[in-house]
Nanobody, 124 residues
Framework: QVQLVESGGGLVQAGGSLSLSCAASGRTFSSYAMGWFRQAPGKEREFVAAISWSAGTTYYADSVKGRFTVSRDNAKNTMYLQMNSLKPEDTAVYYC?????????????????WGQGTQVTVSS
């Protein structure tokens, strides 16, 4: 069992930056593939970024590529999402997710564990 807790959300102006963290419990964090998803009001939850257990492989949604960076520190059981050049359309609740396998899907149904989410609001 893995418990995930996101933090770092807030209100920022367009063009600004925020850094999200996802702290995980459990001794096997380093063997989990991890992902970030987001859900804007009235929209379905969508894939943002994902990272392999070793951090050797990362994937990004086209909408955030070049602006967001996903990383992890297995020694601290923590995954990060650095968000730069934020746009109003990035406003959403951001969730981290984990799965105990090497494959890194972009499909939320394939993730086993979820955090409670953290709100990111980008003003224009």
């Amino acid at each position: 069992q893995v418990q995930l807790v996101e933090s770092g959300g807030g209100l920022v102006q367009a063009g600004g930056s925020l850094s999200l963290s996802c702290a995980a419990s459990g001794r096997t964090f380093s063997s989990y593939a991890m992902g970030w998803f987001r859900q804007a009001p009235g929209k379905e939850r969508e894939f943002v970024a994902a990272i392999s257990w070793s951090a050797g492989t990362t994937y990004y949604a086209d909408s955030v590529k070049g602006r967001f960076t996903v990383s992890r520190d297995n020694a601290k059981n923590t995954m990060y999402l650095q968000m730069n050049s934020l746009k109003p359309e990035d406003t959403a609740v951001y969730y981290c997710a984990a799965r105990p396998y090497a494959y890194i899907p972009r499909t939320q149904d394939l993730y086993h564990y979820w955090g409670q989410g953290t709100q990111v609001t980008v003003s224009s």
